[in-house]
């Protein structure tokens, strides 16, 4: 299978260091507020990635950490007057939580800032002996980016690039301005833990390189995260574990693209984030998924309300034939081997969700043929689709609580005035008052909704 690597920047065969066992390491959440959108969305992703590798027979070990000990942690926990461990304890746990909720799958290996704080210290230590990182007067270890010739190989940024993306700050005990923080002297009142160069706290980029040559050793196979991970910290990643062990540290680097929201970035400052306790409010976890899969992994993607819409519509569709072919045949040892077989296709080429989401329209609308024909292969067929798409979370769910729970979200989305001119047309209808009940009909298609009967209920359709 090919894998795209950011690093030679083309598709590449995947080849892993020690195969069958393949080495996988996704940047987590920084806890410092609620999960949003594009939380979810990388954690999709790389839950995918080690599915679709297992399935290829490969024998993954895959991590994810949390960084639960930060600047933006230490301001959150300060301005609700929490401790900030105590806060980075209760935002995971709100985390997984909802994560759960959206059926995303827990990695392998979990690892968190705090419990790795005395490898860290070790890694630091020999950087300094090694002569690529140094100790200012105050306490902060700094990592000299001028001893790796090897900075910007990932972000294909020469010096003078790398000058532009990074925050200046006024540290004047700095030796060059891209120097990077290893380690943080402690400010009064915050979290820090013992060093031999006092009282402080890991920066965030030594955290990832500590906790990888923790779990898996000096080298892995993939080391994932979102695009805006790639500079700074992900070519810090790398200068901080080659400049120690000397030898390449991922071999394939990937990236997932960012989230807008209505084509614009998503931030904080913004105010813009979709949270996730939001999104649960009114879409299936299906219908959020079947939405994050319409575009390739690393493009961007844009969320606005048509998506969900549009996606929610689809998932409808295809879980009513579902369930009609349920209801229809008896069960058949017959098989559908293509639908597994076009999946693996699509996907070994680096994860093409996009096309493999596609392929699933001429899937049901066949489907729908055998249903309406009464061939019974039609059981085959929808077997094989929710065996092969659970790998990416679709389909999981009996196709009639999803159903159910669309239907009640979109009748919670209908506003009270038409429900109410709706059950007035009904009920005129039953009286036999058929020119009322037309009149009302015709209102409200005039307002944009539309009333489709049936032998003892009414269900009513956003045009
Ligand atoms: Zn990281």
Redesign the pocket.
């Known amino acids: 299978m090919k894998i795209y690597n950011t690093l030679t920047r083309q598709k590449q065969e995947f080849v892993p260091l020690h195969a069958p066992n393949v080495t996988m390491y996704a940047?987590g959440i920084t806890v410092s507020g609620k999960a949003h959108i594009g939380h979810l969305y990388q954690a999709y992703i790389y839950d995918i990635f080690r599915k679709f590798l297992e399935k290829q027979g490969y024998n993954v070990t895959y991590a994810r950490n949390y960084t639960d000990i930060d600047d933006k942690i230490i301001a959150a926990a300060n301005q609700t007057h929490t401790d900030a461990k105590l806060y980075a304890q209760q935002m995971i746990q709100n985390i997984d939580e909802i994560m759960q909720y959206f059926q995303i799958d827990e990695p392998n290996l979990w690892l968190r800032a705090t419990e790795t704080v005395n490898d860290i210290i070790a890694f630091v230590q020999t950087l300094i002996r090694k002569g690529h990182a140094y100790v200012t007067e105050n306490g902060d270890v700094y990592f000299s980016v001028e001893s790796f010739p090897g900075y910007g190989k990932l972000s294909n940024r020469n010096t003078e690039e790398s000058l532009h993306g990074v925050r200046i700050d006024n540290d004047e005990q700095k030796r060059s301005p891209l120097d990077f923080a290893l380690w943080k002297s402690a400010k009064p009142g915050e979290p820090s833990w013992p060093s031999p160069w006092g009282e402080g706290r890991p920066g965030w980029h030594i955290e990832?390189s500590a906790m990888n040559l923790k779990a898996f050793g000096e080298q892995i196979d993939i080391h994932g995260?979102g695009r805006d991970?790639i500079f700074p910290?992900h070519e810090n990643?790398i200068a901080q574990t080659e400049a120690l062990t000397g030898k390449p540290f991922v071999k394939y680097w990937t990236h997932n693209g960012l989230i807008k929201v209505n084509g614009q970035k998503m931030s904080k400052s913004l105010g813009n984030s979709i949270l996730l306790e939001d999104l649960k409010k009114r879409w299936h976890p299906e219908v959020v998924k079947f939405a994050l899969l319409q575009t390739n992994y690393r493009n961007d993607i844009n969320i606005t309300e048509s998506l969900f819409e549009e996606a929610e519509k689809h998932m409808y569709h295809f879980h009513s034939i579902l369930r009609d072919v349920d209801q229809a045949f008896a069960s058949t040892l017959a098989k559908n081997e293509s639908i597994d077989k076009e999946f693996n296709e699509a996907m070994a080429d680096d994860f093409n969700t996009a096309k493999v989401v596609a392929n699933l329209f001429g899937y049901f609308k066949t489907l729908q043929q055998k249903v309406k024909e009464g061939d019974a292969s039609a059981l085959a067929d929808a077997r094989a689709i929710r065996q092969t798409y659970g790998l990416l979370g679709l389909f999981i769910n009996p196709s009639v609580s999803v159903l159910a729970f669309i239907d009640a979200h979109q009748k919670q989305e209908i506003p009270e005035e038409i429900q109410q001119l709706a059950e007035k047309r009904w009920q005129a209808k039953l009286q036999k008052n058929w020119a009322e009940a037309d009149a009302l009909r015709a209102s409200l298609l005039a307002k944009g909704y539309e009333i489709k009967d049936a032998a003892t209920e009414y269900t009513i359709v956003k045009k």
Do not use: Q, S, T, W
């Open positions: 940047c990832c995260g991970l910290h990643e």
